[in-house]
C-alpha cells in the first residue's frame, strides 16, 4: 500500500484557481490508479476526477469537466489536480485516493489521504 498527502487546498474567491498535489510514499506508486473525491458539508463522498497509472487516460464528474485537470508526476510520485473557474459550490474537503488496478476500481478500491479543504468564496 501507499500513503498519500495531499496539500495545496485553501480559500479562494469565485473564478479562481488552486492546485491540489497528492505526494505518495512508495516504490511502486507509478503503477497506480489515482482518483480525487470531494465531501461537501452535510453530503456524501463524490467522485471528482481520476487517472490512470501511466496517465493516459482521465476521467472526470460532469460538474468539472472543462474547469479541473488532473495530471502525475511519477518520477515526484505526485498526482496533481488543477481547478480552474472555481465556483462556491465546489467548497469540499478534497481526497486523493489510490488503487493498484484500473480507474473503473477506484471508487470502490484504494488508500486514502487525509485531506485538504478547499473553500470557495461567492
Known amino acids: 500500500q501507499v500513503q498519500l498527502v495531499e496539500s495545496g487546498g485553501g480559500l479562494v474567491q469565485a473564478g479562481g484557481s488552486l492546485r491540489l498535489s497528492c505526494a505518495a510514499s512508495g516504490r511502486t506508486f507509478s503503477s497506480y490508479a489515482v482518483g480525487w473525491f470531494r465531501q461537501a458539508p452535510g453530503k456524501e463522498r463524490e467522485f471528482v476526477a481520476a487517472i490512470s497509472w501511466d496517465g493516459g487516460s482521465t476521467r472526470y464528474a460532469e460538474s468539472v469537466k472543462g474547469r479541473f485537470t488532473t495530471s502525475r508526476d511519477n518520477a515526484k510520485n505526485t498526482v496533481y489536480l488543477q481547478m480552474n473557474s472555481l465556483k462556491p459550490e465546489d467548497t469540499a474537503v478534497y481526497y486523493c485516493?489510490?488503487?493498484?488496478?484500473?480507474?473503473?476500481?477506484?471508487?470502490?478500491?484504494?488508500?486514502w489521504g487525509q485531506g485538504t479543504q478547499v473553500t470557495v468564496s461567492s
Open positions: 485516493r489510490a488503487h493498484a488496478g484500473v480507474v473503473a476500481e477506484l471508487e470502490d478500491f484504494g488508500s
